[in-house]
C-alpha cells in the first residue's frame, strides 16, 4: 500500500460539479440498468439457488480526479462485499456495477480492487428485504494522484490504519447532482471516539481542508484520519436537522467512503 495523504482522502468528498453530473447520468443508475451485471463475472446465486429472498444493488464506481476536472468512471474494478466473500461481479466501460442478487435483510459493505487504485470500501448498509438498493458509490482517485498529493500534503499517514471520509449532505441531494450539495453549520462526531487531532476535519467552501473550522460549510465535507482498525459509527448534529448515521469497517492501508447518497445524509 502506498502512503496514504490527508489531502487526498478530504477531497474525496468534494462536492459533484456540474461536469460531473453530465457524466454521472451518462452511467444510468437511476433506471436500474443492467450493463453491470452484463460486464462481468457474477458469483451472486447462492442465496437464489437455495430459496431465500434476494436483492438487487446496483451503483457506481467514479474516478475521483482535482477540482476543475471531470470525474472518470472505473472500468473493470472487481466489486466484492465484504460479508460475502465468495461473491463479485466487475465494474463495466460506465464504471458501473449491478448484483442481480444479494440475501435480502444481509449486511453488506461494499469493497472495490482494481490495480490502478487503492483499495476502497463503502459505508456498511443493511440491505432491504425486498427491491433493489440504488446508487451506491465509490470515489476513488488513481494510484498516481493518490501518490502525488500525499508527497504536496506531507502529512504521514499510519499504514495500520485507515482513512475515513464522509460528506454531511443537505435533504435530497447526491453526487448525481451538480453543484455544492453539503448541508453548512453541521458537527460530526465518532464512536468509538478517538484523539481530536485525527478528526473531524472539515472543508471549507474552497473544498480545502481547514484545521480551523469547527463545523462544515456548503461542501459538507469531514474526514477522520489515521483511524485504528475497528468498527465506527458516525453521525451529524445540527439543531432542527435530522440525519442518517453511518457505520463504517475500518481496516489498515483502506480508505472508507461514505459518499452521497449513503453518507451522513439530511433526512426530510
Known sequence: MRPTSLLFALLLTVACRPDAADETTDAGTSSGGSAGASSGSSEVVTAGE??????????????????????????????????????????????????????????ATFVLEHADFPPARTRTFTLPDSGALERVTFQVPDMTLYGAIAGIVGVEIDPGACQIVSTVTRVGKSIYDAGA??????????????????????????????????????D?????????????????????VMFESATMQCAAGVLVNASPPYGLQALP
Do not use: W
Open 181 to 218: 450539495h453539503g448541508e453548512a453549520d453541521a458537527t460530526v462526531t465518532i464512536a468509538p471516539a478517538i484523539p481530536a487531532a485525527q478528526g473531524p476535519i472539515y472543508f471549507g467552501d474552497d473544498v480545502i481542508p481547514d484545521k480551523m473550522l469547527t463545523q462544515t460549510s456548503s
Open 50 to 107: 437455495t430459496g431465500e429472498a434476494t436483492v438487487v444493488v446496483r451503483g457506481d464506481a467514479f474516478a475521483f480526479t482535482l477540482p476543475g476536472m471531470p470525474y472518470g468512471l472505473i472500468a473493470d474494478a472487481k466489486i466484492g462485499v465484504l460479508e460475502l466473500p465468495e461473491v463479485s461481479v466487475v465494474t463495466d466501460a460506465m464504471g458501473h456495477f449491478e448484483f442481480p442478487a444479494l440475501p435480502a435483510g444481509a449486511t
Open 220 to 240: 459538507g465535507g469531514v474526514l477522520f484520519v489515521n483511524v485504528p482498525p475497528g468498527t465506527y459509527e458516525l453521525q451529524a448534529h445540527k439543531d432542527g
